[in-house]
């Protein structure tokens, strides 16, 4: 059974720092694009960040260099470094994967492309 475990969100101030881990099980990575995405309250769901099964990556243009998405391929585990926080940064962020061809070169940050859903994790950004 395919499933994606978000953790690491917290409460932090502006200007520090988060690490989100995605832990995937019931497949492998070579064989899926995972996507990082959020939802502030009263906002739509939007893409933050993504790595195509092939290891290229992604960003949204209000994340760019301060966000960093990696993977570890041994722990079936994708991150995301989250640094120079901002308040408007806060939203529940969620990992969401779709299947593509073996280490396929492209991902896509859209929300209707992804077949699979984590629960989600809270990151607050606040002083």
């Known amino acids: 059974q395919l499933q994606l475990v978000e953790s690491g969100g917290g409460l932090v101030q502006p200007g520090g720092s988060l690490r989100l881990s995605c832990a995937a099980s019931?497949?492998?990575?070579?064989?899926?694009?995972i996507g990082w995405f959020r939802q502030a309250p009263g906002k739509e769901r939007e893409g933050v960040s993504c790595i195509s099964s092939g290891g290229s990556t992604n960003y949204a243009d209000s994340v760019k260099g301060r966000f960093t998405i990696s993977r570890d391929n041994g722990k079936n585990t994708v991150y995301l470094q989250m640094n120079s926080l901002k308040p408007e940064d806060t939203a529940v962020y969620y990992c969401?994967?779709?299947?593509?061809?073996?280490?396929?070169?492209?991902?896509?940050?859209?929300?209707?492309?992804?077949?699979?859903w984590g629960q989600g994790t809270q990151v607050t950004v606040s002083s």
């Open positions: 969401a994967a779709y299947p593509t061809a073996f280490r396929f070169r492209l991902c896509v940050l859209r929300v209707d492309g992804h077949d699979y």
């Open positions: 019931g497949f492998t990575l070579d064989y899926y694009a």
